[in-house]
């Protein structure tokens, strides 16, 4: 990775972690929403890069927010999660099916394409989530919807949040 490249790496991690432990975990839209914004890291990583690479600054930022909300490591395992299959995800969605070895980023792919990329990953995460939060199969109605409510919220901000601060317009 280039030195301009980490560096915007860096402050995203940092921007991120801050956006999400001190102002987005405190917020509670309607009583028992909370975006999830902090996901967009692994939306906006470079996809070329090692994975290994990339696993280590995810657990990083989940274990990040872990601290600040003090879940004992559901951040940390969810976001692991959708950082492993992301490169997956991403050649289903894009169609392109040799993107590790070709640079790629998620506005190379259509806009249609990058929303439904951005919600299957989001939803994986908040579920993932939920179910580590609830853990009883009992509670799977309150796992699910609690799972496509924060979703919608939180691709609602993620997506506004690309489009105010993306300088490449497509």
Not at 50 to 55: K, P, R, S
Not at 86 to 112: C, M
Not at 134 to 145: A, K, T
Request: charged share 10%; net charge positive; with cysteine.
């Amino acid at each position: 990775m280039n030195r301009g490249g980490g560096i915007r790496v860096f402050i995203r991690f940092i921007g991120l972690l801050l956006l999400q432990g001190l102002i987005l975990s405190k917020l509670d839209l309607f009583g028992f929403i909370n975006p999830m914004a902090y996901v967009a890291f692994v939306f906006l990583h470079p996809f070329k890069k090692n994975l290994t690479f990339f696993l280590i600054p995810c657990f990083l930022l989940g274990l990040g927010i872990d601290f600040f909300s003090d879940s004992g490591g559901i951040h940390a395992s969810s976001l692991l999660l959708i950082a492993a299959v992301r490169v997956h995800a991403l050649s289903f969605f894009s169609g392109k099916h040799d993107i590790e070895h070709q640079t790629i980023s998620i506005y190379d792919i259509p806009p249609a394409g990058r929303l439904y990329f951005m919600f299957a990953l989001t939803i994986l995460h908040h579920f993932a989530f939920f179910s580590l939060t609830y853990f009883s199969v009992g509670s799977i109605l309150d796992i699910l919807y609690d799972t496509m409510v924060t979703s919608a919220a939180t691709i609602v901000i993620i997506y506004l949040g690309l489009t105010i601060f993306n300088g490449r317009r497509k």
